[in-house]
C-alpha cells in the first residue's frame, strides 16, 4: 500500500505564505502525475497544481504566479509553495499519485489564510 502524507498547513495573514510538503512511500520518478488538491467547506474539491512525468506542471487558474508546484523525484517528495495567500485559499489541501488507474491520497492538511 502506497503511503501519501502530507506536513505544513497552518494558519497565515492575507499576503503571507506557507509550504505544504506531502511525502511519499514509493519511489515517484514513474508516477505519472503528482497533484495538489484542495476543498473548501461546502464546495467540490479542485485540481490546484499538478506536476507530470514529463516535467510539465498546471495550475489552477487562480493560483498561477502565486503557487509552485515542485516534484522531487529523488526525495520522493512534492511541494506546493503558496505565496500572496488570500482568504479564499482556504481549504483542506490533499496530495494526490495518480498511476495507470489508481489514485492514491493523503489526509489532508488545513490551511487558514485569516487576519
Known amino acids: 500500500q502506497v503511503r501519501v502524507v502530507e506536513s505544513g498547513g497552518g494558519l497565515v495573514q492575507p499576503g503571507g505564505s506557507l509550504r505544504l510538503s506531502c511525502a511519499v512511500s514509493?519511489?515517484?520518478?514513474?508516477?505519472?502525475?503528482m497533484s495538489w488538491f484542495r476543498q473548501a467547506p461546502g464546495l467540490e474539491r479542485e485540481l490546484v497544481a499538478a506536476s507530470f512525468s514529463s516535467g510539465t506542471t498546471h495550475y489552477l487558474w487562480s493560483v498561477q504566479g502565486r503557487f509552485t508546484i515542485v516534484r522531487d523525484n529523488d526525495k520522493n517528495t512534492v511541494d506546493l509553495q503558496m505565496d500572496n495567500l488570500r482568504p479564499d485559499d482556504t481549504a483542506v489541501y490533499y496530495c494526490?499519485?495518480?498511476?495507470?488507474?489508481?489514485?492514491?491520497w493523503g489526509q489532508g492538511t488545513q490551511v487558514t489564510v485569516s487576519s
Open positions: 514509493k519511489n515517484i520518478t514513474s508516477i505519472y502525475q
Open positions: 494526490n499519485a495518480h498511476e495507470m488507474m489508481v489514485s492514491y
